[in-house]
Structure formats: C-alpha cells, structure tokens
C-alpha cells in the first residue's frame, strides 16, 4: 500500500511540474516569426516614396538612436549605435566618432552635466549591467546590481532643481529603483517584470513622472518619489512602448497583432491603426513626420528576435500607405525634415522622403 501511495504521489507531483510549465512557458518562449514578415520588401505603397543611404558599415553595430537634426541644437548630425556614436560629415560640421565599452545596450544619447551634451547612457538588460558615458567615451557611471534581478531598463529623471538621477527597472520581482550617480538610494518601489520605462512631464507642471510596464500589461505612471499616480490596463499586452505626444497630450504608442496604439496615460486607446505587419510583443519605435502640412505617424518594430523589423506609414486619416518588411532588429527612428525620417537597422542609416502624390497601390500578397 505505501509503494502505490508513493507511486500516486510522484505521478501527482509530475502532473502539476508539467502544468505549471505549460501555463508559464509563454510568457519566456520566442514566438514564432509572423508568416507575414518572412518576405523582405515592400508590402503596401499608395504613395511616391524615395530612399536614400546615409550610411552603411563603419561598425556602429545596432544603431539605436538617431539625431539627424543634431543634438543640442549644434546641427550636426548624430548616429548612436551599440558600439560608437558618429557625427556626420555636413555643412560646418566635422565627421567625429566615439567608441563605447564592450557590452554596450541600447545606447541613448542624454542630458547628464548640464544642457548641453551629449552623454551616452547604455540602458542594460539581462546580459548586461546599465553605465553612463561622458562625451568622449569615459565611464561617469556604471551599476553593480549584487545579488538583486537584472536590469530591464534604466533611464534618466530630472528633479526640481535640475539635479538629475537615474531610475532602473529590473527583472522578476525587482521593482523599480531611483539612485543618484554615486550610488546613493534614493527609494525602491516593488513590482514585477518592469520591462521598459520612460520619463516625461505628463501633467505640464515641469516635473517629470515616470511611466513603465510590468508584467501585468499595465501602464503604470509614478510620482518623482516612487509613489503610483495611477495604473491601468490598455488593450493588447503592455510590454514595450515609446512616449510620443498626440494632440498635445502624451501617448503611448505599442502595438498588438495587427494593430498600432496610442494609449492615454489612463490606459485608453486614443487612436488606433490598422497596421497587417504590427506584431504583439514586438518594439516600436515612431515619430510624427510633417507631410504636406499634415501631421503622419511613421511606425518601427522591432523583432531582433526572429531578424526582422516592419516599418509603416499612416497618413492623417489614420490610412495605411506604405509598410515594408525590413531585414535584421531596427531600433531608431527620427523625423529628418519635413516629410522626412530616418530609420536605423545593424550598421545602416536610411532616409524615406515621403511624398502626398498617390501613386499606383501597390499591396503585396
């Protein structure tokens, strides 16, 4: 009797291993790549649409932000990849490089030591811990976690004075943390899976909040003390975003299969766009584009997962007229000019000039 009991027990305790992985194995498995993204090209086209190389090679690696107008208002062009940044040879401006550290993540160009700039912060994720850099390269900063989780994210706040701090997002039930540059603590407020975060004044009262997923799907927005402002829930799963402004008020551009969305800071959708290459899990990058005097929404997601991207055009009735699949994980858009922008993919820079023409449609299958 004690052998069947035993053997029930196993088989019990086998059973309730195999459906807690199944119900988990989701959430950290690699989904498939879309059937949709397996052919590279253009997919739809209703408007004339000229491309044009700005750069290609000079080991950049992934570039992951782009400042085609210059940063600070210097005019000079700025290229911010994983493993160097690049001011571009142009009218009174001088082609300068600068290189970044091994293991460098998803590199911004930031407003550390005043209003000038650049610094560069690398925001880290699992692999690799966040660090902060001066102007030509030297660590002013880098995170040592412990043994706390590891690092999602890590972003810049600006305080009252203008003193300004960090505040890093972490894996599993990390949480979310501000510090200053010299390691001091300034709080830790619990949560779980902080997956990206973002600062921006949201309510214009010249203080910046902080916004930020988790793994509930909910877009949290905090106080500069830590505190919860407010929590909700938008449609699709709230994972990856980008803050934009829509009518003067922020938004929160994600996507989900099929569909683009800008989400109000209460969790609503605000507008949404029909987009056949939109992926949910995936990492959208966009920007607002002049056109004609008309004010289009420009979309990059990124899938460096299965290598490939998908970038679409909506003009201002929110009408779908240019997607394309790109190759490789494209991470960095930027409005150029008017009807302008540049898109950056691993050691390429592209410029689409849009045009207001309609042309043939071209859909692909």
């Not at 922020?250 to 992926?279: C, E, K, N, Y």
């Amino acid at each position: 009797m004690r052998k069947i009991l035993l053997g029930l027990l196993v088989v019990v305790v086998v059973f309730s291993a195999w459906v807690s992985f199944k119900s988990v194995a989701p959430l950290w498995s690699v989904p498939d790549r879309p059937t949709s993204l397996d052919r590279v090209g253009v997919v739809v086209r209703s408007i004339e649409v000229k491309r044009r190389s700005v750069l290609t090679g000079l080991g950049l690696g992934s570039v992951t932000d782009l400042h085609p107008r210059g940063f600070g208002g210097d005019g000079c062009p700025l290229i911010v990849g994983e493993n160097a940044a690049l001011w571009t040879e142009s009218e009174g401006c001088v082609q300068r490089r600068v290189d970044f550290p091994s293991r460098a993540t998803h590199v911004d160009a930031v407003q550390w030591a005043g209003d000038a700039g650049p610094e560069f912060l690398s925001r880290g994720q699992w692999c690799c811990e966040p660090f902060l850099l001066d102007g030509s390269g030297q660590v002013l900063w880098s995170f040592e976690r412990g043994d706390r989780e590891a690092v999602n994210d890590t972003v810049i706040i600006r305080g009252a004075s203008s003193e300004r701090d960090l505040v890093l997002t972490f894996n599993g039930g990390g949480g979310v943390l501000r510090i200053a540059a010299d390691g001091r603590e300034h709080w830790h407020q619990e949560d779980g899976n902080v997956w990206h975060a973002a600062t921006l004044d949201v309510d214009g009262d010249g203080l910046e909040e902080i916004v930020h997923s988790n793994a509930c799907g909910s877009l949290v927005v905090r106080e500069a003390d830590g505190a919860v402002r407010s929590s909700a829930r938008p449609e699709g799963y709230f994972s990856k975003f980008e803050l934009l402004r829509f009518g003067g008020a922020p938004v929160a551009l994600h996507v989900d299969d099929g569909r683009i969305l800008l989400v109000g800071m209460d969790g609503s959708t605000q507008r949404a766009f029909d987009a056949p290459l939109a992926f949910s899990l995936g990492e959208p990058r966009g920007t607002f584009v002049e056109v004609g005097k008309q004010r289009w929404l420009v979309t990059l997601i990124s899938g460096s997962h299965f290598d490939r991207s998908a970038l679409s055009v909506h003009d201002a009735t929110g009408r779908l007229v240019y997607a394309e699949v790109l190759q490789g994980g494209c991470d960095a858009i930027s409005e150029a000019g008017p009807s302008t922008v540049w898109f950056g993919c691993p050691d390429r820079v592209v410029e689409l000039s849009l045009g207001t023409a309609p042309i043939a449609a071209v859909r692909a299958n």
